[in-house]
């Protein structure tokens, strides 16, 4: 077997470093040489990645054999190099102490060139089968590392649900469409596009950034998931895709604070001359959700009747109305006060349906 | 051990070393004269030291002798320098003046020896 790799040769006589690396070189391995320990110590911190069998011999001037070893093994990028002991057959008791040292393997001389090939040829495989690990290590965390930026990144474009959602073992599946009982929320603006219209950028921009912050929080306290924002318009959904019991008494809870904390907020925009309110229509029902878009641009989104009637509501609300489907009524009317408010049309939907404004808490 | 039982040149040594770098002659002429410039060094350095009387001086070029004498089949000086690094190692340097003469006496013995067997196997 021909080794492949370079091996550095230290030894204090120039003749037995040129018998050994003849010898090396007839295996296919490259040859460094040193005279002493200073001298290589100095080649393997110049190369670190590019040695990989140490031939050493023990009794050396400057730094011998075992300070040599010493310095190797206490160095991270040196601690793994093989190191191959080279000694006279006086020596065997050094050999002992340079193994506990931590050398691989050792060799007497004069050397037999089957022995040394044998030893050099282990001891390349080892450092192969160990750099292979590092490689490999290096890129588990350089892949750790991007997957983790990424997720980072994404978080801050998606709901963290949906963000946990894309990188989890099940994102694929769930991405891909499913079906769900979901509660879908639809918030919007009363007055917003004659405001829209009428204020500068910089005041339309300042009026949303309060607005959408003050909807943000709500909808991470209570564990929604956004869907989008549309100008003034949000829609949220629950029970998807982290799966919640209270799905539907989670989304009233939330348009009840959100409702809470506009007031201060339409109050201060009322002072400068902006009247806007704030509707607000929550249903409940099988939706089909996961990835909408297209390649470049994606949502996680959620379709069925559900929404169109969230929606609807939503656009019925009177100032200040969080208007329930009926369904949606009838799951939550033991944990908060709601107030039939009859009968209404829904544009598309062919018959009437019944719906209730949550009164209190 | 009675150093002076081993021979001025092994030539078996020689002969395993020539067939441990794939039977290259040209290799091992090399070696030999290699050996024969730093050895002359090494002698010299020792000589020095033990002129000197300095034991610390006297160990690494009497290692390093004895490892490339060992090497090249040069038994008896090989056997000297070993004597000369404990020596060292130790401190005694009594009889310096004799060991000076032996070192001298065994150099030259050695190195005539590797030249004659250049001469040899030049000539074959």
Not at chain 1, 52 to 62: A, I, K, N, R, Y
Not at chain 1, 212 to 221: D, N, P, S
């Given at each position: ?6 091996a ?37 911190r110049?190369h670190?990645?590019a ?26 990028d040196t ?5 191959i ?47 292979l ?39 694929e ?26 204020a500068?950028?910089?005041?339309l ?6 607005y ?10 209570h ?32 348009a ?70 009926q ?7 033991d ?13 598309g ?13 | 051990?009675?150093?002076h ?64 004498s060992?090497t ?9 320098a070993r004597?000369?690094?404990m020596?060292g ?36």
């Open positions: 077997m021909t080794a492949a790799g370079i550095l040769v230290v030894d204090d006589s120039r003749v037995n470093r040129l018998v050994l690396a003849r010898q090396l070189t007839a295996l296919g391995v490259e040859v460094m040489e040193a005279e002493h320990g200073l001298q290589a110590l100095e080649l393997l110049a670190p990645d040695i990989d069998v140490v031939l050493l011999d023990v009794m050396m001037p400057e730094l011998d054999g075992y300070a040599t070893l010493a310095a190797m093994k206490a160095d991270e601690r793994h190099i093989p190191v002991i080279v000694s006279g057959v006086e020596e065997l008791e050094s050999v002992i102490r340079c193994i506990e040292l931590g050398a691989t393997d050792y060799l007497v001389k004069p050397i037999d060139p089957r022995i040394l090939a044998a030893r050099v040829n282990a001891s390349l495989s080892e450092k192969r089968l160990r750099d690990e590092l490689e490999h290590l290096e890129e588990q965390r350089r892949l750790t590392q991007t997957i983790e930026r990424q997720k980072a990144e994404l978080s801050r474009f998606l709901s963290p649900q949906v963000a946990a959602l894309v990188s989890s073992p099940d994102g599946r769930l991405l891909g469409g499913h079906r769900r009982q979901v509660t879908v929320v639809f918030v919007d603006l009363r007055g917003f596009t004659s405001f829209a219209e009428q500068d950028p910089e005041e921009f300042a009026v949303l950034g309060e959408h912050a003050m909807m943000g929080a709500a909808i991470v306290e564990g929604g998931t956004l869907e989008h924002f549309a100008g003034d318009g949000v829609m949220i959904f629950f029970n998807d895709p982290v799966p919640q019991e209270d799905h539907v008494e989670r989304a009233v809870r939330m009840i604070a959100m409702r809470e904390r506009f007031a201060p907020l339409s109050a201060k925009w009322r002072r400068s001359g902006y009247e806007l309110g704030f509707g607000v229509g929550i249903a409940v029902g099988y939706a089909t959700l996961g990835r909408i878009g297209f390649e470049g641009r994606y949502d996680y989104g959620a379709i069925g009747n559900v929404t169109i009637l969230a929606s609807r509501l939503s656009s019925q609300a009177g100032p200040n109305q969080i208007l329930l489907s369904r949606a009524a009838g799951m939550v009317e944990v908060v006060q709601v107030e039939p408010i009859g009968e209404l049309e829904i544009k939907l062919s018959r009437p349906v019944s719906a209730s404004n949550v009164v209190a808490k | 051990m009675n150093d039982e081993a021979a001025a040149l092994n030539q078996a040594i020689l002969d395993e070393l020539r067939a441990s770098v794939g039977d290259d002659l040209d290799f091992v002429v090399d070696l030999v004269r290699t050996y024969l410039v730093d050895g002359e060094a090494l002698v010299t350095a020792i000589g020095a030291a033990l002129a000197a009387g300095d034991a610390a001086a006297l160990v690494r070029p009497a290692h390093t002798l004895k490892s490339s060992a090249v089949g040069v038994e008896r000086l090989a056997a000297t004597q000369l690094e020596a190692n130790d401190g005694h340097l009594e009889d310096a003046a004799d060991a000076r003469e032996r070192l001298r006496v065994d150099w030259q013995e050695a190195s005539a020896a590797l030249r004659q067997w250049m001469a040899g196997v030049a000539a074959a």
